[in-house]
């Protein structure tokens, strides 16, 4: 068997994996990145990226349809058409441009990259076992960076016309009938695309809201939107079987026992780390419920092993798989590093958008919360988009007013995350973002207004 | 002439409670409005409470150290005239500005007080602040900034790095050596100390008191007759405590001639109480505390403790003592191993009281705790009539009731 010696052996090639490895090789550390599929991962594969393209181009679709017939904003065309097949070719062109960048960095960053799927040995040494035979991998530090995959409903596993996120991108046509199981952010986003492309959606949540982890007041414009696209939402409802061959989804609601004739079942109720067949169960792992434990370091309970990104807790956003990688990085370039960040935005990709950074205001404490709010009812920018559904929230410390959490919805508002996560990264006060100028008109100015509406007056009222 | 009385302002978080951390005045002291009284310290801030009045300080809530709920007494401050009192104090932080004049209250005073948090309780910083301090080995936690709102500034870390490179004592060597001769009290107990340790074959009991029900008492009555009969503290109480446990172990109120081989027990409790001076460790004697109520007991030893420190105690005061109690008060550590006072055969050591949590079968309470740390002579009292003692002892102090029963089972 061919062996391979590093200083650091990451495995898994998405966001948190090629990000660790790309940066530990460009500081000189011998580094090997271990990749069963494509680079890239979940996010730029069959996650983020493609979603967002879909996201965009039914968007697109959706504005023609409205401009048909009588117009909209006196922009009049006539009624349009979808080549389904030319959107999906271009999103495959978005996914295989970022790959082979991805490819190209690592390469540039002098790291070997091995296909094949990795098994521990020991703490210290793999068996990757690839299309050219198994390779033996022996590596100081190890990095587990192999993320997650969607969970299944019981009663209804994935195969057939049930299918995850994966299999709803790789959709050949629009379906005309679609179940979307889990109004979780990836349900929301997909469903509300595949709405904008003409399928007839069903929206099937447990929970009595869409979006369950927000609060009401930010998710209400949302489903207002899901409302008015033609969207059927079913809350408060269970799935109770599925029969493959009649299409027939029968769910438990509020209204009783229902079935829905359906086309295709997109199930999107979460996220599972993905360390099956990782031979993790042989080093013994500490685990937190059913993620790898990690200390600010993202050192696991073995010496030398790392956890980035979905497989540990917390939010399963790419970026803050990056940011763990870079951490991992310079610990094993011997650099000081630790986790340490305040918040790692959230952004959903529903119409309208959704962001949230920091605390909800459930979270701060009612006698030292203050929160303030500025509505895009009275933003110029709102009204020339044609698009004043949203809000900027801030929640701040009543006491000290340092600002604890921010969030939007609204129009676009998921580009807002930078200046909201500086904010809070920096410990910025409500006074601090009261007395900088934004830019007008933009969207972005409804978060000065709400800081100011928090500490002296509004500016518009 | 008016005393008034304020309460622990609300300092925000969402706090229940905050520790006395420092206090800057004491009875008697005189201040002026605005004057600070003292710190606290909340897990999230140190805070300091300013006077809301002139005035003479007549009370103050408890020792440094002590928790004390929002919204509880804090001080009294004796005023000239009968003007109603001033609103309470109310916490507010000097860097949170506000359009409308807010009340007078517990200023964060100048900058660099507040020990900032962000809303997951670390350091409030900017990455590069933290970044940096992270590479120099510094945590954040010791400084405090003077950022709006205590954020800690690159310019704070530049400050705290270079007070800590030029600190005299730190990581410089030193020479010279210094000699001081023992004489007088210290020379006295420098023998007795050796005495006692080179004879006495020591061993120690820890126990640990629940003290609710003790200072619930002890609170009540300092509330309702404090004013006229003075401040109880808690070791009059372990004093009655202690008269009524050896009723049924005079065995342990007892002194050993060990030349003599002979053994003897007291009927009367001379207590000795381990004082500290200036001069050094003294034991003036209360004589037949048996005989003495609780209020009697209080004043008993107010007396000798003063006396000892004025150096005004008579021979007779500091000897013939039959057991003694040793007490640190709030420095009074976890546990202790006192040493005997020969020819006693037992001292008792009372240790400092402190919340902790408490399992009471179905989940963990917060419960005052206080440990007694008590050491016995081997050679004349054994391991299970020690722990006896001592489970008595704790018994009568965890249900102080049972201290002030008539016709109890001891007598």
Known sequence: ?461 | MTEWSFTLPDIGEGIAEAELSDWRVKPGDVVREDDILCEVTTDKAVVEIPASASGRITWIAGPAGDMLAIGAELVRIEVDGSAPPPEPAVAEMATAPTAAPKPRGASVSGQARLVARGGDGRPLAAPSVRGRAREEGVDLRQLRGSGPAGRILQADLDAFLSGAATAPDRARQRTGTEEIKVVGIRRRIAEKMTLSKARIPHFSIIEEIDVEALEALRERLNRTQGAEQGKLTLLPFVLRALVRALAAHPAINATFDDEAGIVTRHRALHCGIATQTDAGLMVPVLRHTEALDLWQTARAIRELAEASRAQKAAPADLSGSTLTVTSLGPLGAVATTPIINHPEVAIVGINKIAVRPVWDGGTFVPRRMMNLSCSFDHRVVDGWAAATFVARLKELLEVPTLIFMEGGVDE
């Not at chain 1, 991805?102 to 296909?115: D, F, N, Y």
């Not at chain 1, 599972?272 to 500490?286: H, S």
């Not at chain 1, 990690?294 to 990056?322: F, K, Q």
């Open chain 1, 1 to 461: 068997m061919n062996e391979v010696t590093c200083t650091l052996l990451v495995i898994g090639g998405g966001p948190g994996g090629y990000v660790c490895a790309a940066r530990a090789g460009r500081m000189g550390v011998d580094t090997v990145l271990v990749e069963a599929a494509t680079l890239g991962g979940t996010c730029l594969n069959v996650g983020c990226i493609p979603s967002k393209a879909l996201i965009h181009a039914a968007g697109a679709f959706h504005t023609a349809r409205r401009q048909s017939g009588s117009g909209l904003h006196g922009v009049i065309v006539t009624e349009p058409t979808l080549d389904y097949g030319a959107t999906r070719h271009w999103m495959g062109g978005v996914v295989d441009r970022l790959v082979s960048g991805v490819g190209g960095l690592l390469q540039r960053a002098g790291v070997r990259v091995i296909t094949g799927r990795a098994r521990f040995v020991d703490g210290k040494t793999l068996r990757v076992e690839g299309p050219e035979g198994d390779i033996l991998v022996r590596a100081e530090a190890v990095v587990i960076a192999t993320g997650s995959r969607a969970a299944a409903v019981p009663g209804l596993p994935f195969g057939g016309r049930v299918i995850d996120s994966t299999g709803a991108l790789a959709m050949t046509q629009p379906p005309a009938r679609l179940a979307v199981v889990g109004a979780g952010y990836i349900g929301l986003e997909l469903g509300t695309a595949f709405a904008k492309l003409g399928s007839a959606v069903t929206l099937v949540e447990a929970a009595p809201s869409v979006l369950p982890q927000y609060d009401e007041r930010l998710t209400r414009p949302v489903q207002r939107r899901l409302n008015d696209l033609g969207i059927t939402l079913k809350l408060d409802a269970r799935v109770e079987g599925w029969d493959e061959v009649k299409g027939a989804l029968r769910i438990a609601g509020a209204e009783g026992p229902e079935e829905l004739a359906v086309d295709r079942v997109l199930v999107t109720v979460g996220r599972v780390p993905m360390v099956d067949g990782l031979g993790l169960e042989e080093l013994g792992l500490r685990q937190a419920g059913r993620f790898i434990a990690v200390d600010d370091g993202c050192r696991t309970s073995m010496r030398g092993v790392y956890a980035i990104g979905d497989v540990t807790e917390g939010p399963m956003l790419a970026h803050r798989a990056m940011a763990q990688g870079q951490v991992v990085a310079d610990i094993v370039a011997g650099r000081s590093a630790g986790w340490d960040k305040v918040c790692v935005p959230a952004v959903c990709f529903t119409d309208p958008e959704i962001l949230c950074v920091g605390l909800l205001p459930d979270a701060v404490p009612e006698a030292d919360r203050l929160v303030s709010e500025s509505s895009f009812r009275a933003s110029g920018r709102a009204l020339t988009l044609d698009d004043t559904e949203g809000f900027v929230r801030i929640v701040a410390r009543k006491s000290d007013h340092v600002l604890l959490g921010i969030q939007a919805v609204g129009p676009g508002v998921a580009e807002l995350a930078s200046g909201y996560a500086l904010a809070l990264e920096n410990g910025l006060l409500l006074e601090d973002v009261a007395a900088t100028i934004h830019a007008h008109p933009t969207l972005s100015e409804g978060f000065q207004e709400a800081a100011m509406a928090a500490t002296d007056m509004v500016n518009h009222c």
